[in-house]
């Protein structure tokens, strides 16, 4: 009989219940590839067709073949298959697939709870998110301000671009010990994978740049040959220097995958080099090439060749001279260490006829990117644009165009990056170049959720993913994880990003990824404001600030500030976050990321709020709302709008605060943004709650802000939502309707400040003492240097007259 409920290795598969367990826990799967699945479990009697499993998983047909390949492999992965084994989904070459895993029917699942987890390596998302709420008084109630900061999307821009630029590698220390924090990711092997460790060296003043640049010469003319060999950048970050040759070795092939690695050593001999290379397959014994020359770069590239004649491959041919060749790879050894200086220093003395090398210019504009000088980068770029026309060297132009949208969306001007992207990605498709393809996907999704088209983002997220599992990068597939989990933080799917987040911190810190890591981290923030878990938010920041003097990115250092401010404010440390705002707000270059001013604006108005200054509030949030930033923060433009309605009531300035009330929803109304509506329709309640003798359309208003925030799930959003209304019904007296209204943040009140001051307000409303007291503790545990309001500290009964007279949050 077909329960529904089978039973496969260490896998239990509920169908009716849509619950996948491995190893006694729950995965969380995208629907799609729980359905692909039970479909392929449902007829392994046979095998599928592609055309029939798209039919029936999407129930369309214009589903793409790269579509389907990435929900196949999240299948296997899912299941603890790959691939190469094949030991549950098997490809039917040239049809489709077909389950081949021995599958018992059982008569139920478990009904014991399951620790829930993620899938491996399965699909996640960006932050901005919602704003902070508050009820208008009823008609004893003069206006009052709530203090909630809202999640700000601070990091995410960072970790888009950290993505989008072809050779360009993150800050980072390698030299540094191996984060102990950081949990191990194997990758299984791939047969056709080779890494190239850095070079073993004797000692040599002239040649301590042979130990990554050698590395990085060897690795590219494997991979020129059509070789698919790891990008020099992940190695840099897994094989650390001082690290023993054997655990670098198993460092590298752990996390890559590489069933070959080439361990190169490099040495003088007489007048000139010897480089040797030995090639250790995990199928055969070791082999050894050697060759001489009379400098390092030449030996090397004779070696490689030879390599590459001993497994049958033939080497590409030569175009440029050695003495350019050496210039470059110097310069690629000092950016492999994050010596920025020292590879400028290096192209910019190049002999003249080499330093117009279009090569050497592009190095040269990347250095500039990573150094944060955007518009020093962006004129190195667009000459040369210019000077590389598709038909002479269409890939050389990709990787500029690549360049130019990496700048652009840094720069916060996405169309600008569509261009540029969209032009890669034509001239990439058709070519062999899965490396650069994959960049000019990833850089074209940012682009993509800046303009928030979260959904063609996401396509564009997973066509990268493929391109990027064939160059065998690593760290660009863990950048691409971590950038899905940034879209969900887009999508107001906080609960569902954190752990993708959390996976790619762990990522990051083993590849020592420094700047990936403060961004991925500065997103776990958003998304734990988000989910009113500021305690935790406050650790994430201190691991994340730990980094500040490591690196050298000044808008990614600015970033950081800004979400330390944001969570020194969450908990109450309030001296603290002001001062890091101050330093901000003055920084001359603040306006070098079109989004920074309205998001650091928006922070420090809600500090404003947090310390009583409400006039301050309002002005520094009108200067917020009124910012043009990028349609990616939206979100952040309606919060800085609501605080704005709200300060404009607290100084008696009702007719401005209705105009803006209605402007803000005429401009809500034009957005697709749900949290941007929630917040435009929670300012439209407040407004009727101001307006004496309205009492059935502000209840119908509250209402529906309730209901919509719910639909939305952002614990931050709903708490808000409840705290306006909570105390416009108790301001009322309304104390049976305010008990269900406020009990549905009392979940909260143990980590929230607001909810445990809403709290306290109900019990000493209703006369509950015990309550009232209990309460009051957890707010006055939580407060820092906030201070509560003055009538909470009145015990129930007495001055009951001054009940929602005074509300902060």
């Known amino acids: 009989m077909d329960t529904g409920v089978f039973q496969f290795g260490d896998c239990l598969l509920d169908r009716d219940a849509r619950e996948l367990r491995r190893g006694g826990e729950l995965l969380v799967l995208p629907p799609k590839v729980f359905d692909c699945l039970v479909y392929l479990i449902a007829h392994r009697d046979r095998a599928v067709g592609r055309d029939e499993l798209i039919a029936a998983v999407w129930g369309r047909a214009d589903v793409s073949d790269t579509l389907l390949g990435q929900t196949v492999l999240k299948a296997r992965r899912a299941v603890g298959d790959t691939g190469n084994d094949q030991n549950a989904i098997r490809t039917v070459p040239r049809f489709g697939y077909r389950w081949v895993a021995e599958v018992q029917n059982v008569a139920s699942a478990p009904s014991t709870t399951a620790t829930v987890r993620d899938a491996p390596l399965s699909v996640p998302t960006h932050a901005p998110t919602p704003m902070p709420t508050s009820p208008s008084t009823a008609d004893t109630a003069p206006a009052r301000l709530h203090r909630r900061p809202w999640p700000i999307a601070a990091a995410a821009a960072v970790l888009f671009v950290a993505a989008g630029l072809t050779l360009v590698r993150t800050q980072r220390e390698p030299d540094g010990p191996a984060p102990e924090a950081a949990t191990p990711v194997h990758v299984e092997p791939t047969s056709d994978l080779v890494a190239v460790l850095p070079a073993q060296t004797e000692a040599d003043p002239d040649g301590a740049w042979l130990r990554l640049g050698l590395m990085d010469l060897v690795a590219s003319r494997l991979r020129s040959a059509g070789m698919?060999?790891?990008?020099?950048?992940?190695?840099?970050?897994?094989?650390?220097?001082?690290?023993?040759?054997?655990?670098?070795?198993?460092?590298?092939?752990?996390?890559?995958?590489?069933?070959?690695?080439?361990?190169?050593?490099?040495?003088?001999?007489?007048?000139?080099?010897?480089?040797?290379?030995?090639?250790?397959?995990?199928?055969?014994?070791?082999?050894?090439?050697?060759?001489?020359?009379?400098?390092a770069a030449a030996a090397g590239r004779e070696a490689a060749d030879r390599l590459l004649g001993r497994l049958g491959r033939a080497a590409a041919g030569g175009s440029a001279e050695l003495s350019a060749s050496e210039i470059l790879q110097r310069a690629e050894a000092a950016l492999l260490t994050d010596d920025l200086d020292q590879a400028r220093r290096l192209l910019e003395s190049a002999p003249p006829e080499l330093r117009d090398a279009p090569a050497l210019r592009l190095r040269l504009a990347q250095i500039d990117f990573r150094a944060g000088r955007l518009v020093e980068a962006t004129q190195r770029l667009l000459p040369l644009l210019e000077q590389t026309p598709a038909e002479v060297d269409p890939v050389l132009r990709a990787r500029i165009l690549n360049a130019i949208g990496a700048v652009a969306v840094r720069q916060d001007e996405p169309g600008r990056a569509l261009a540029a992207y969209d032009e890669a990605v034509r001239l990439l498709e058709i070519r062999r170049e899965p490396a650069a393809l994959g960049q000019a996907y990833t850089g074209r999704a940012a682009a993509l959720a800046e303009s928030r088209r979260l959904d063609e983002a996401s396509a564009d997220f997973s066509r990268a993913r493929i391109a990027l599992e064939l160059s065998g990068d690593t760290l660009a597939l863990a950048r691409v994880e971590a950038?899905?989990?940034v879209l969900d933080n887009m999508r107001n799917r906080y609960a569902e990003a954190l752990p993708i987040l959390e996976r790619s911190a762990q990522r990051f810190e083993r590849f020592g990824a420094l700047n990936e890591l403060s961004a991925v981290l500065s997103n776990q923030i958003d998304a734990l404001l988000a989910l009113l878990r500021p305690t935790e938010a406050l650790a994430v920041s201190d691991r994340s600030w730990s980094l500040l003097g490591r690196l050298e990115n000044p808008l990614a250092r600015r970033s950081m500030r800004l979400q330390r401010a944001r969570t020194l404010t969450a908990i109450g440390r309030l001296t603290e976050a002001r001062a890091l705002l101050e330093g901000i707000l003055r920084d001359p270059d603040l306006h070098q990321e079109a989004s920074m001013p309205g998001r650091a604006l928006l922070a420090a108005a809600v500090l404003d709020t947090a310390e009583d200054r409400l006039a301050d509030a309002g002005a520094t949030a009108q200067r917020a709302a009124s910012d043009e930033a990028p349609v990616a923060y939206?979100?952040?433009?309606?919060?800085?709008?609501?605080?704005?309605t709200r300060a404009l009531r607290a100084e008696r300035r009702a007719a401005d605060a209705a105009a803006q009330v209605d402007a803000f929803a005429a401009w809500s109304a034009r957005n697709d943004n749900p949290a941007v509506h929630v917040l435009a329709r929670l300012a439209q309640a407040e407004q009727a709650a101001d307006r004496p003798g309205d009492e059935a359309?502000?209840?119908?208003?509250?209402?529906?802000?309730?209901?919509?925030?719910?639909?939305?799930?952002?614990?931050?959003?709903?708490?808000?939502?409840?705290?306006?209304?909570?105390?416009?019904?108790?301001?009322?007296?309304?104390l049976e309707r305010a008990s269900a209204v406020v009990g549905q943040v009392a979940r909260w009140a143990d980590s929230d400040y607001g909810c445990a001051v809403?709290?306290?307000?109900?019990?000493?409303?209703?006369?509950?003492?015990?309550?009232?007291?209990?309460?009051?503790?957890r707010a006055r545990s939580?407060?820092?240097?906030?201070?509560?309001?003055?009538?909470?500290?009145?015990?129930?009964?007495?001055?009951?007259?001054d009940v929602g007279s005074k509300s902060f949050h």
């Open 634 to 644: 939206d979100r952040e433009r309606a919060q800085a709008w609501l605080i704005w």
């Open 758 to 777: 809403l709290l306290a307000r109900l019990y000493r409303a209703l006369g509950q003492h015990d309550a009232w007291q209990g309460a009051l503790a």
């Open 782 to 801: 939580l407060s820092g240097e906030r201070v509560l309001p003055d009538e909470l500290n009145t015990p129930p009964g007495a001055g009951m007259a």
């Open 228 to 295: 698919t060999v790891v990008p020099s950048d992940n190695v840099v970050h897994l094989a650390r220097s001082g690290m023993p040759a054997g655990e670098a070795a198993l460092a590298v092939r752990q996390a890559s995958g590489a069933a070959r690695l080439v361990l190169p050593l490099v040495r003088r001999s007489g007048d000139g080099w010897t480089v040797r290379l030995t090639l250790e397959d995990a199928g055969g014994p070791p082999v050894d090439i050697e060759a001489q020359a009379a400098d």
């Open 697 to 734: 359309r502000t209840r119908a208003a509250y209402d529906q802000v309730l209901i919509d925030a719910d639909r939305l799930g952002v614990p931050m959003l709903v708490a808000d939502a409840v705290t306006a209304y909570g105390d416009y019904l108790i301001a009322r007296h309304e």
């Open 483 to 485: 950038n899905e989990g």
